[in-house]
């Protein structure tokens, strides 16, 4: 450049979508300016992949009919071993054909299983946010088009890019006779959800009067027919022009319908930024399947699924409906709360009634959403971690995508080209689960919980674990140098040259307590939820990183320093009762007098001395700096660990692993039942069964004795028997797949879901168990069957309650004994009538 030309314009912004045009040659890039205004940008990237070198001559004879050239490399193989070697293409689809050659002759390649626009993205190391430098011009999908623009990573040293990404949040409403979509509605709002606006269409019902169908003012829209109103609602996106399309429970229901009927009537479902236009397709709906998700695709947009981000969130909730999520989250719900069949009933009765309404019922619908994901964070969430690992919205929350993209542009700092991909049949062990120490049954008090504080990303900093670490230690041993590799337990070899995984640990460490110290509790889920999937990646085969030896290291290290900690406990006169991979449940000795404040005290001392010496171990073992922290967590007044078996035997001590109750001791000296693992937190379990757990061992707890605790019991079963309870008798388990996919069993969620004619669909279902076996709740049914809840939700609660307390178990064990014959069933000298 001349020093007299003057500078192109550079603007700031947000990489919504990038894809390759196949048939034009050529990269476009979608997204936000920090100023409001949406952008494309065109890129004129020559297509190319890698290639070994002692690969060459077979992969001229084997690409003799294709055009392309050949470059040396500028970096490394993954091994350091290699040499590569860059092949150029003119043409996108040339690199494709080229690619699908080489694979199915078995020939190898760091990058050519990529798509174009990914490899465009690490070279550039764009991650979401981007600079674009060069000239633009008004377009006719996006506001600005940069025809041949200069794409940039932000700029560190200036002030953090803000942008202000469109959401259109999209709920439908259908005819559940015949498909049709009677009404669509659009919420929309930008991500710092200031405000809401839209509409929403509604198919006006018949017979209807004129006056129905244009209806003046900000109230519903209504179409004479629906070819009419699909047609409207693509022209209304396109003139909202949103970054995202959402909605609940969105790519399961709303998107595929609305795909569906376009289909049906010919209609373009042109939803995209470059729809209609020569260079692609309109939207794109792809249907999940086994245990793939479905997905979408609209060029120059994302799409994402509420309920599966919320789903991904810290926040649980008792089931995932979205006047459930509404209710906790916004403290308001849906104009309809009925489900099942009275809903159905109830939205036919308002269509033909009350369409207005009926079209208010499926705007708040789609205006919910977006109040959700503000109250909550989590779109806010999205779009960091989309940030922060360098892949779409869409798959933000997704582990492999995720950690490959990071870890793919650290290698390219370092000028080190990827391993390729793994054979389809390669096979990954993965790791064995944590570490679980034999629990003790039985009833205990002040009880002390520590914990090793994100154990596995602290021993992967601490002992260097790292793929490119374990492949350079192979090297190693080939060819010796001074500095001894370092061995985990389970045998894998490390280098002790400064792995990328310990680095990019320790920056996540440090950005999180920055969130911590500033109260940001969302940030801060980020961080650790993404330390925490480093783990899994490793195990799994899906991965290119993948290995048996690389997950195992790290729960062979974990299994070392649970036993030395538990060893360290035992020498010191302490008895630990349980452990569980990264946590140690303790007796401490002190009295039902001690405080909280005590507790700390005391731990905290013994933290500081264990810490001490797993810090003076690693260093002699290892010559290695520890990172290993163990923290005291909480403290119980009283614990119970129930019994492994149902049936208590005598001196049977071992007890049931990861699932217990507790005193807990609150700041403010009160003391709260909290469960894990059991009845009270299982979302599979019934309501009565949860709650009569925790009052139950509310009782114990505080000190009731075993003729309380029998007469309990027999006031529950009194209530059961005489209908009082009904309300709580309710299972709601989830399908993961349409229910005429079960063929080999029928799960009782699954006949209760062929009941309410579910087809093609999946959820949560909601059935009570009759005297005629599992049927919907939400229909008539046949009379419950207390018998079955007495045996299946009852019982097995106070039985494993009384045999960790001690107590005599017989009243309460339903084997080899007859319905008719439970009369006379005593605890202590309390009779029980169950009949």
Known sequence: MN????????????????????????????????????????????????????????????????????????????????????????????????????????????????????????????????????????????????????????????????????????????????????????????????????????????????????????GPVFHADEPSLLRSFVADIQDMDPDVLTGWNFLDFDFPRLAERCEHYGIPFALGRAAGSANQDGAKFFSGEGRRSAAALVPGRQVIDALRIVRSGPRRFSDYTLETVSQAVLGEGKIVAASGKDKIAELDRLYAEDPRLFGEYCYKDAALVPGILAKTGLFRLTLERAALTGVSLDKAWTSVVSFERIYGMELRRRSIALPPPNPPDFQVSGAAGGTVLEPLSGLFSNVAVFDFRSLYPTIMRSFNIDPLAHERAIIHERSPQDQPAIIAPNGAAFSRQPGILPELIANYFAERRKALDAGDENAAFVYKILMNSFYGVLGTASCRYGRTELAGSITSFARKWLLLSQDWFTERGYQVLYGDTDSLFVE???????????????????????????????????????????????????????????????????????????????????????????????????????????????????????????????????????????????????????????????????????????????????YVWTISGPEPASLPHAPFDYDHYTDAQVLPVALSIAAAAGWDTEPFQKKSRSRQSRKDLVTGQLELEFL
């Open 3 to 218: 020093l007299g030309e003057p500078l192109s314009p550079q603007f700031r912004g947000f990489l919504v979508h990038a894809w390759a045009d196949h048939r034009q040659d050529r990269l476009y890039l979608t997204g936000r300016l920090e100023d409001g205004r949406s952008f494309a940008a065109v890129q004129f990237w020559r297509p190319c992949f890698h290639i070994y070198e002692h690969d060459t001559a077979r992969c001229a004879d084997l690409l003799s009919s294709i055009k392309y050239e050949v470059f040396p490399s500028d970096l490394e193989s993954f091994s350091g071993t290699e040499k590569l070697l860059f092949l150029c293409f003119s043409r996108y689809g040339d690199r494709s054909r080229a690619a699908k050659i080489l694979e199915q002759t078995g020939i190898p390649s760091p990058d050519m299983d990529m798509k174009p626009q990914d490899l465009f993205l690490a070279e550039k190391y764009i991650r979401g946010f981007l600079r674009i430098r060069g000239d633009s011009r008004p377009g006719r999908l996006v506001n600005l088009v940069f025809p041949d623009a200069e794409i940039l990573p932000p700029d560190t040293d200036s002030n953090p890019i803000k942008v202000p990404l469109q959401i259109a949040s999209i709920d439908i409403e259908t005819d559940t006779r015949n498909g049709t979509i009677r009404a669509v509605a659009i919420a929309l709002t930008d991500s710092d959800f200031c405000g809401t606006s839209g509409l929403v269409r509604v198919l006006a019902p018949t017979p209807c009067n004129t006056d129905c169908i244009t209806v003046p003012g900000t």
């Open 588 to 766: 401490t000795g002190l009295g039902d007098e001690a405080s909280l404040d005590e507790y700390i005290k005391t731990c905290g001392t013994l933290t500081t001395e264990l810490n001490s010496f797993l810090t003076e171990r690693i260093g002699s073992e290892y010559n290695l700096e520890s990172f290993l922290e163990l923290r005291f967590e909480k403290a119980y007044r009283r614990f119970l660990i129930p019994p492994l078996r149902s049936i208590h035997d005598e001196g049977e001590t071992r007890g049931r692993a990861k699932g217990y109750g507790g005193y807990l001791i609150d700041s403010d000296g009160a003391m709260s039942v909290e469960v894990k693992g059991m009845e009270a937190v299982r979302s599979d379990a019934t309501p009565l069964a949860r709650r009569i757990q925790v009052e139950l061992l509310e009782l114990v707890f505080g000190g009731g004795g075993e003729e309380a605790f029998g007469r309990q019991i027999v006031e529950i079963l009194r209530e059961l028997r005489q209908g009082k309870l009904d309300e709580e008798l309710v299972y709601r388990k989830r399908l993961s797949r349409p229910p005429e996919t079960y063929t080999a069993s029928t799960p009782p969620q699954v006949k209760a879901a062929r009941l309410l004619g579910w087809k093609g669909r999946r959820g949560t279902v909601e």
